[in-house]
């Protein structure tokens, strides 16, 4: 089974390890897709600290240290869902605070005819590891 999990994972910090850990117990093939700084400006309204590629090679490097068998690949641009369609993920992993509209999510899955579970992770002490608090935002 291939799983897809998206976030910024600026600030790589062990929630987010956790995150890939917890997973890629889902199948047999996780692929990480990294947020595009544009898009990251677009949804948050401001850029992350690390640039993309920074972003993208510190995932990359996690994902061999884990020993999961997967891939890192970059958001598009112009439509953050197209990756889906391309890859055809069987189980979509969000994050246990992640914010997705879902109903636009499962109707672009819709629209490209394929099923495709989405499963909310759990946490992972997240009174210390936060991209927020690592970011100063929150005390």
């Known amino acids: ?10 600030n790589l910090h062990p929630g987010h390890r956790n995150y890939f850990s917890q ?31 920074i972003r993208e ?7 061999k240290e884990l020993d999961v068998k ?6 598009n641009i112009k439509n953050r869902w ?6 055809h993920p069987d189980i979509i992993c969000l994050g246990y605070d992640q914010k997705t509209n879902l109903a636009q999510l499962k109707s672009a899955i819709a629209g490209w005819r394929f099923f495709c579970q989405i499963k909310r992770l759990r946490a992972y002490h997240p009174e210390k590891y936060k991209s927020s608090y690592c970011r100063g935002d929150k005390k």
């Open 1 to 10: 089974m291939r799983v897809m999990t998206f976030g910024t994972f600026d």
């Open 57 to 63: 090679r510190q995932v990359r490097r996690t994902l």
């Open 82 to 87: 197209l990756v889906i369609k391309r890859y």
């Open 70 to 75: 997967g891939k890192v690949v970059l958001g």
């Open 23 to 53: 997973a890629g117990k889902f199948g047999d093939e996780l692929i990480i897709v990294v947020a595009r700084d544009k898009n990251v400006l677009t949804l948050k309204g401001r850029l992350p600290q690390e640039n993309e590629k």
